[in-house]
């Protein structure tokens, strides 16, 4: 078993930025990639950005240019660093883990985002 613990989220004006991070325990050997998902209110959950533990990214076409996904091994720790945020990029964010490449079968509980215009 992987657990998940994600923080850094709160309430930001239009424009401004934030840095999530999410640390794992557990079964961490068994972990390659990890990333983000986030779900705002009234929408399905949609990735944000995913990072295998050799560094490989894969970020959704909007959140390119403006997040920048993060990975410090030695700490078991992703990071997402979100710059020009707009109020539609609020929504909870959730951290993902999983031993595979393709895909993320644990979570985290998720951290609010809240961007103010």
């Known amino acids: 078993q992987v657990q998940l613990v994600e923080s850094g989220g709160g309430l930001v004006q239009t424009g401004g930025s934030l840095r999530l991070s999410c640390a794992a325990s557990g079964s961490i050997f068994s972990i390659n990639l990890m990333g983000w998902y986030r779900r705002a209110p009234g929408k399905q959950r949609e990735l944000v950005a995913t990072?295998?533990?050799?560094?490989?990214?894969n970020y959704a076409d909007s959140m390119k240019g403006r997040f920048t996904i993060s990975r410090d091994n030695a700490k078991n720790t992703v990071y997402l660093q979100m710059n020009s945020l707009k109020p539609e990029d609020t929504a909870v964010y959730y951290c993902?883990?999983?031993?595979?490449?393709?895909?993320?079968?644990?979570w985290g509980r998720g951290t609010q985002v809240t961007v103010s215009s």
């Open positions: 993902g883990a999983d031993p595979s490449a393709y895909l993320l079968r644990y």
């Open positions: 990072i295998t533990s050799g560094g490989s990214t």
